[in-house]
């Protein structure tokens, strides 16, 4: 696993200890494996593995998680033992097999692992966007901190592989701020 | 960290559970057991699925929601807090008692005695915290701890013999997860279980009085058992699943809500997806049915296993029968999605 954003178990999903790239705004981007989007706004981008992540004023306050392809047997999220550079092998895996509804069970028990706590799932449903028949779910959760954040996922699962976009945000300001980008964000999405 | 800020966080944790009828309850089976000491203990009950509770010598106790799935009624419950609050009395007594035991050795000695020869007349916790640190359970903290719990758990009127119970449902669990690292930190950093199960039940004889003792079963079951879902579910996510599954033969065996219980167990054998597994789930579902009130997505979660047997027929049939008996759930459109996709 390449070193940049380092997931770790604590209060935030994601904390960087790497390097960010600005993305601008306007332009069409692959974020990676034929997945393209195009946000309003610019953004920072960085990356651990498979998985990309974008902020625009740090990932404890918002964040954009892309899950760029994820095949059989690749975690969704890497996850970090507590404080170290290992990966957490409790952390369930994607199956090719797996259904929508299997893939919301795998993003929760990611994010538990992760550490959100006292995570709700709601207003699972359909929603297609990059011409794919795909789903969307909202969540909420509190870090370790007592820090209340709010999400909003949009996922696909395409030839066997899955493609998600998962934004959170401080439910103070910062989940609002970055929420209508993430909304063009998903309508702009391309995969190949 | 500091207790006090390890104290500040643990006010504002995000996994602090703040279920107000949890937190009274467990509230007062802490006050039955610590008595005129329990206003000196802050109770912090975290949302992490372990079998643990702690105690902070500033009076700051945890208690892990797995000690709350594991226990099979108040008195277990009460044998863990009793525990803990033996390490509190202690730490704050000895003091007190060190100048008390200096002028009165001798009396002391002779309670003491008494106390550890026959069946001591459960007085004041202050006598109980004096007997504690002699010989029955050794200098070794952690049985003087487990003896001053047995008392308190007598003195409060439960049956002092649950005690031991928990200790044998602990190690049944610990023995079944195959790489040992047992889901118990409290059990590992504790006396070996069976010889505490020994000693509990020895020491239960003498601590027996002739007052009310109860288990607290139904109060217990009322207040654990609509929470017991969630502390299910954070179980799975641990992913121990071989200790998992003897946990949930032991509340099999226990009987409270079976329906609920036989669904968890084939939502583990889902997860899991060991050769057989999907079997095993199916089979599970289909008791946690044939009990009656099973959880509402059971009929989703059937449709969801025999999909990935291959039988498409078989998964669709359910997947409809969970929309028919649940007509507003709000993952019906993908669940419709699923089925259509299943079609094409």
């Not at chain 1, 909420?140 to 934004?167: C, E, H, P, Q, W």
């Not at chain 2, 007598?154 to 602990?170: H, L, N, T, V």
């Not at chain 2, 989703?300 to 078989?314: M, P, S, T």
Request: charged content about 25%.
């Amino acid at each position: 696993m390449r070193n940049g954003i380092f997931i770790i178990l604590v209060a935030t999903i994601l904390s960087s200890c790497g390097g960010y790239k600005l993305v601008n705004k306007g332009k069409e981007i692959e974020v990676g494996n034929s997945m393209f989007t195009t946000p309003f706004n610019d953004w920072n981008s960085s990356k651990d593995g498979d998985v990309v992540l974008w902020t625009m004023d740090g990932p404890m306050l918002q964040q954009i998680i892309f899950v760029k392809g994820a095949e059989d047997g690749d975690y969704l999220i890497p996850v970090r033992v507590n404080g170290t550079h290992t990966l957490d092998k409790k952390v369930p895996k994607f199956k090719k097999d797996m259904t929508s509804i299997e893939v919301v069970e795998l993003f929760e028990s990611t994010f538990k692992r992760l550490g959100a706590q006292n995570l709700e799932i709601s207003n699972v449903r359909p929603y297609e966007a990059a011409k794919t028949k795909g789903f969307r779910f909202e969540f909420g959760f509190l870090t370790k901190d007592g820090l209340a954040k709010s999400g909003s996922t949009y996922g696909i699962l395409k030839n066997k592989r899955l493609f998600m976009v998962i934004y959170s945000g401080a439910n103070i300001h910062y989940y609002d701020k970055g929420k209508e980008d993430f909304e063009g964000i998903v309508r702009s999405l391309r995969i190949l | 960290m500091s207790v006090e800020k390890a104290e500040k966080k643990s006010q504002t944790a995000g996994n602090r559970v703040t279920d107000k009828k949890l937190n009274d309850y467990v509230r007062s089976i802490v006050c039955r057991l610590a008595k005129e000491y329990c206003q000196d203990i802050r109770i912090y009950i975290m949302r992490v699925p372990m079998f643990n509770a702690s105690m902070y010598p500033n009076g700051m106790m945890h208690i892990w929601t797995g000690l709350l799935l594991r226990a099979r009624n108040e008195a277990q419950l009460a044998t863990v807090l009793g525990h803990e609050i033996g390490h509190y009395l202690r730490r704050h007594s000895l003091q007190r008692f060190k100048t008390y035991m200096n002028t009165s050795n001798s009396l002391i000695f002779a309670q003491m005695a008494l106390a550890v020869a026959g069946a001591p007349a459960v007085g004041d916790i202050m006598n109980i915290v004096a007997r504690g640190s002699l010989a029955a359970f050794s200098r070794d903290h952690e049985r003087e701890a487990d003896g001053y719990g047995l008392l308190l758990l007598a003195k409060g009127g439960y049956d002092p013999f649950e005690a031991s119970k928990i200790w044998k449902r602990s190690i049944r669990e610990a023995k079944a997860d195959k790489k040992y690292s047992s889901p118990s930190i409290f059990n590992s950093t504790h006396p070996q279980s069976e010889e505490r199960m020994k000693v509990l039940n020895d020491l239960a004889g003498r601590v027996w009085t002739d007052e009310t003792v109860t288990t607290g079963l139904d109060e217990y079951k009322s207040v654990i058992l609509p929470l017991r879902a969630s502390f299910l579910r954070d179980e799975l996510d641990q992913r121990n699943f071989s200790s998992t599954e003897e946990l949930l033969e032991i509340l099999i065996e226990d009987g409270a809500n079976l329906s609920e219980l036989h669904f968890f167990k084939g939502e583990m054998y889902r997860l899991r997806r060991k050769k057989g597994d999907l079997d095993k789930a199916l089979n599970s579902y289909r008791e946690s049915l044939a009990l009656g009130n099973p959880p509402s997505v059971v009929h989703r979660q059937i449709g969801l296993a025999l999909r990935r047997q291959g039988d498409a027929q078989g998964a669709k049939d359910s997947l409809k029968k969970y929309l028919e008996l649940n007509p507003d759930v709000e993952d019906a459109g993908v669940i419709r999605q699923i089925i259509e996709e299943s079609e094409e």
